[in-house]
């Protein structure tokens, strides 16, 4: 192990030009790479070799390095301000990470740089809550995602999101498939999972009558369950707020500040502020931003994934998560499948591409064809006319595929949550926990951290019409007329929610920010019918023209102007 190992694993993938080198705990990678694949193959070629990380400083041919998003907004309104814990990202730990540090009586700021919580991968995958079987027992994904998986009734039950405990099945492609059952089961107690059971063809075919025809059994893990992460995060926000800690949007770091062993000072495009603790949970960004603190030690490299989304009613003809067990595979993917969402969708995908763009969300006809070609047999329902709408995420995996938490070893008030990727949706609650404990320790060597009474873990979700039965809209809409008035007809929205939306404790004030809160824009029509109507409502309530309401922020305007200008 060691350089020698890195340095012949190398040549064996025909990377012998490239250099390899240490610095503190971590392997460093230098050259350049005609594609892509050779920076990743590279990558991969040093990993597993005793270090603590992959720093991949290879440089491809026509890809330039990307550096930080800094969005247009440019005020003061952080200048010289002081907080206990700044967390930085805002995605789904990162929001429940502000809600879970308002425990305690200390002070906390989360900066996101965009117009809204959990615009990354956080809302760009497939809801699925994981069994434990994917991930390599004795790894951070194994035992956080078990942990995190166990907390989501309880998460569900406080925050007042959907959770539909629907369990997973994947299916054997080929009979003998069975026979290594045991080797399965043995995998996934060892890390925890409690519950599974294998099935025969007519068994799967009792519990989904849809399943692919050709399937010869399966395995069902009960303890699987799906929800709408963009909800989740949305929640957990919300609720950080509702108990004091502050969420700054629109927000970018655009440097550290480090002198004698720790973060003094956290730069940003709004001014300038302090925090005793920093928590690095940039998602895609997270190396950029430990580079900033001159503190990397491992590299992001991201892997693009594709999903397909069915009409609603789609939804009747399957109850679980179908996946396909594969014995081969790159081993960097659970291959994805075809889940029921909580609203009734059905959702195909993800695809796993390594692609250079950390934000590369973009789609094409081809991705979408990969999607169905993979998945599309797994329910033999399915065409390819019930899809309504494809979209991207992109994920954030490192060289060691595995996650990054832990406090830095190198400043003493830095803490890194990093390389979370599938199961991080699942790992979520219990990465979140932890990373609290981390922050009260870094903290109480400077001041006492005290639990604060008055911490509300509970959030009201405001009502959903169409949820309710009749009675309960007849009784909501004589107590709110707004409640009547429907504003988008594929997914049942009313007016009423999405003024609530607008003013929740953290304000919906674009389109995006409304949708992904009430779903507005989520049906089959994908926006036609509704957006006008959204349009005017947000311009209403925030007192602003509606040719200034965007999409997602600076940069995505809705209207080029009125009529006539």
């Known amino acids: 192990m060691g350089l020698s190992a890195v340095r012949a694993s190398l040549r064996r993938a025909g990377l012998a030009g490239i250099n390899a080198d240490e610095c503190r705990e971590s392997v460093v990678l230098n050259g350049t790479v005609p594609t892509w694949q050779d920076f990743v193959a590279a990558g991969y070629a040093a990993a597993g070799k005793g270090y603590r990380g992959v720093v991949n400083d290879v440089q491809v041919e026509g890809v330039d390095p990307q550096s930080l998003p800094v969005p247009a907004l440019s005020d003061d309104v952080l200048e010289g301000r002081d907080f206990d814990a700044v967390i930085i990202g805002g995605g789904i730990i ?48 194994a035992a956080y995602g078990t ?82 992460p963009d909800q989740v995060t949305i929640a957990g926000a919300d609720n950080a ?55 990397r030690f491992y590299t992001i490299h991201p892997r693009k994934g594709v999903m397909a989304v069915t009409d609603r009613t789609l939804g009747d003809f399957q109850q679980r998560s179908l996946g396909m067990m594969w014995i081969r595979g790159s081993g960097h993917t659970k291959g994805g499948g075809v889940s029921r969402t909580v609203e009734g969708n059905l959702l195909l995908g993800p695809t796993a591409d390594e692609v250079p763009g950390r934000e590369d969300y973009g789609t094409s006809g081809e991705e979408l064809e990969a999607v169905l070609r993979r998945h599309m047999p797994l329910n033999d329902w399915l065409r390819p006319d019930h899809i309504i709408a494809y979209f991207a995420g992109v994920r954030a995996a490192t060289f060691e595929e595995d996650f990054v938490v832990e406090q830095s070893r190198h400043l003493t008030n830095l803490i890194h949550v990093a390389g979370i990727q599938s199961p991080g949706l699942t790992a979520a609650p219990a990465i979140a926990e932890d990373v609290r404990d981390l922050v009260a320790a870094v903290l109480r060597r400077e001041i006492p951290v005290r639990p604060r009474p008055e911490f509300d873990p509970c959030r009201k979700p405001p009502p959903s019409l169409s949820r ?29 929610e999405v003024v609530a939306a607008i003013h929740s404790p953290l304000p919906a004030t674009t389109v995006s ?14 926006g036609g019918f509704c957006t006008p109507s959204l349009l005017k409502l947000i ?27």
């Open 513 to 526: 920010a409304v949708k992904h809160r009430v779903r507005t824009g989520m049906g089959r029509c994908q």
């Open 241 to 295: 707020v509702e108990n004091g800690a502050r969420i700054f949007l629109n927000t970018a770091v655009t440097g550290l500040d480090v002198e004698r062993g720790r973060v003094t000072a956290i730069r940003t495009n709004r001014g300038r502020l302090r925090g005793r603790v920093v928590i690095n949970a940039a998602g895609v960004w997270a190396d950029r931003v430990a580079e900033l603190a001159d503190d």
């Open 94 to 141: 990162g929001c429940l990470l502000a809600r879970e540090l308002r425990r305690f009586d200390i002070t906390v700021a989360l900066l996101e740089k965009e117009a809204d919580v959990g615009r990354g991968v956080s809302s760009r995958n497939n809801g699925i809550l994981h069994p434990s079987l994917a991930a390599a027992p004795g790894t951070r994904k």
């Open 539 to 565: 311009a209403r309530e925030t007192a602003t023209a509606a040719a200034q309401v965007t999409w997602e922020g600076d940069g995505s305007p809705m209207l080029a102007g009125d009529t006539g200008e």
């Open 468 to 496: 309710l039965t009749l009675e309960e809209r007849h009784r909501l809409i004589l107590r709110d007329s707004a409640y009547g008035r429907i504003v988008c007809r594929c997914e049942e929205v009313s007016e009423g």
């Open 147 to 228: 942990r995190g998986n166990r907390m989501y009734r309880k998460l569900a039950s406080e925050l007042g999101f959907r959770l539909d405990w629907s369990g997973a099945l994947y299916l054997f492609p080929r009979r003998w498939y069975a026979a290594l059952y045991p080797l399965a089961y043995r995998r996934a107690r060892r890390n925890g999972e409690e519950h599974m059971g294998l099935l025969g063809r007519a068994d799967v075919f009792h519990l989904e009558p849809h399943a692919w025809p050709a399937q010869q059994g399966g395995i069902l893990f009960p303890d699987s369950g799906v929800v709408a």
